[in-house]
């Protein structure tokens, strides 16, 4: 009955990471993709507990769990160091619109041109 | 002892999915860090607690060790994920992210 418990949990933690994913892949900042990237991480950290329980060996589990912990909050401070030196994320965007628009409006010269 | 390991978890659970809701819903960037760095500290503390104690059912010297371990996550994450989520708005705040005003776009 308690296994039961534990596995829907589990389920219901990994359908939360999959909802949490549209952050990180449509995310309209950089600032979104890391802190969906920092919520999957903790998510992922109470996942491996609960994995653990299911395998009956949660004293290896736990250790893992530790590291994982750790290399999250330091991918996350690591990530936000990079986009702080890095500048600004939107201006950077709209300077590639701007060379985008730019581009396709030259080529689209000389397709009326000759006619 | 297994009861109140599943309240825990439930409880926690129940979180895990508000901050997922937040995320996916709430109009800017800081909104959004308020929901995830709050709501998901306290879930995944919950959770282990409650892990924690479900551990303990048979008690040994073993389980009590692994249990104290478990609590070490605990406090690692009660410390980490504020500060995270502390470093994520400064950047925000300096790279130019700019705040949701009533009746602009959602973005």
Known sequence: ?115 | MTIVASIFILVGLFFFAVGVLGILRFPDFYSRLHAAGKSDSLAAVLVIVGVAIYNLQDFTLANLLVSFKIMLIVVFIYVASPTATHALTKAALIIGIKPWEKGKERR
């Open chain 1, 1 to 115: 009955m308690a296994e039961h418990f534990i596995l829907t949990s589990s389920i219901i933690l990994i359908l939360l990471i999959m909802i949490s994913l549209i952050r990180v892949v449509g995310g309209p900042t950089v600032g979104d993709r890391i802190l969906g990237a920092n919520v999957i991480g903790t998510k992922t950290t109470v996942l491996l507990l609960l994995i653990g329980i299911l395998y009956e060996d949660l004293g290896m589990f736990v250790d893992i769990a530790i590291a994982y912990a750790l290399l999250n909050f330091i991918a996350t401070l690591g990530a936000t160091k990079f986009f702080l030196r890095r500048g600004g994320v939107y201006e950077m965007v709209d300077e590639v619109i701007a060379q985008h628009e730019e581009v396709t409006a030259d080529a689209e010269v000389p397709k009326g041109g000759p006619s």
